[in-house]
């Protein structure tokens, strides 16, 4: 489904450049949901801004359905690939109906049918009717970030990214997301791109995930080879047992590597 090879990021220029992704490789498979977990600032979500096509300035390939894609993006690319952002009410405008925010891209795309579309799509998100023409700010978390899911899904993309999209929610709320995403992948058939620092929230959507640390990919893993604990690199053992428990000397390890 898509394939990063080589992915190079830096920002600034000359002598004062910085280099935040480094050799990035990764391949996802066709309803495949493949996690990138790792610290604050260790890059993540710059990979998934750089495969949404928010950041044009790196180097290397990404490629999708094997097409490459180019610095100059067409509107195909963004019905094929949509994201979904960690807070539900930043992403969306608080002077826009959920209504006027599900049609933007319908409209945009000359995609016909709205009224239907719309009501299907909320359906299926698990939203009533009446929510169409509320506001972000009458809705709940759980709520905003379901339109946010909904606004991902309405163009029937191939692709979704999803950058930490429980974080900003309640524990209760994020199980909720949580399966919803897991159910709209089985019945839409879609590959996932994740990021978390929550191993809890990786393992339980994610059939492979990578782990990155300042910039590079440590190791990539299965499911099950986290779960039992088999991980080969020391920084994953560290991260798997950080999300077991609470232990000072280790967060304190975690904070000065």
């Not at 409209?107 to 509320?134: E, N, Y």
């Not at 999803?162 to 019945?187: F, G, H, K, M, Y």
């Not at 080969?232 to 000072?248: H, M, N």
Request: charged share 25%.
């Amino acid at each position: 489904m898509i394939e990063v090879s080589n992915l190079d990021l830096s920002f600034g220029e000359g002598a004062g450049a910085q280099q935040v992704l480094c050799d990035i490789s990764f391949a996802v498979g066709k309803n495949e949901v493949f996690g990138l977990v790792g610290e604050s600032g260790c890059g993540k979500s710059t990979v998934l801004r750089c495969i949404a096509g928010l950041y044009d300035h790196w180097t290397g390939a990404i490629s999708v359905d094997g097409r490459p894609i180019g610095k100059r993006l067409d509107k195909a690319h963004f019905r094929q690939i949509q994201m979904v952002f960690q807070d539900p009410y930043g992403s969306l405008h608080p002077k826009h109906t959920i209504n006027a925010t599900l049609s933007a891209p319908l409209k945009i795309h000359k995609v016909g049918d709205i009224d239907r579309r719309i009501a299907g799509i909320l359906d299926q998100v698990g939203l009533p009717l009446s929510c169409r023409f509320r506001y972000p700010h009458q809705l709940s978390g759980g709520q905003r970030q379901r339109v946010a899911i909904a606004r991902a899904l309405i163009l029937n993309p191939k692709l979704l990214l999803l950058d930490e999209p429980t974080s900003a929610l309640d524990v209760s709320v994020q199980a909720e997301i949580l399966n919803l995403l897991a159910e709209i992948r089985r019945e839409r058939e879609l590959s996932y791109v994740m990021v978390s620092h929550d191993l809890a929230v990786i393992t339980h959507l994610c059939d492979r995930l990578a782990v990155m640390r300042q910039g590079r990919i440590e190791e990539v893993l299965d499911r099950d080879t986290m779960l039992t604990g088999q991980m080969k690199v020391e920084y994953t053992r560290t991260l798997y047992d950080a999300s077991r428990r609470y232990d000072r000397a280790m967060a304190q390890a975690l904070a000065g590597s």
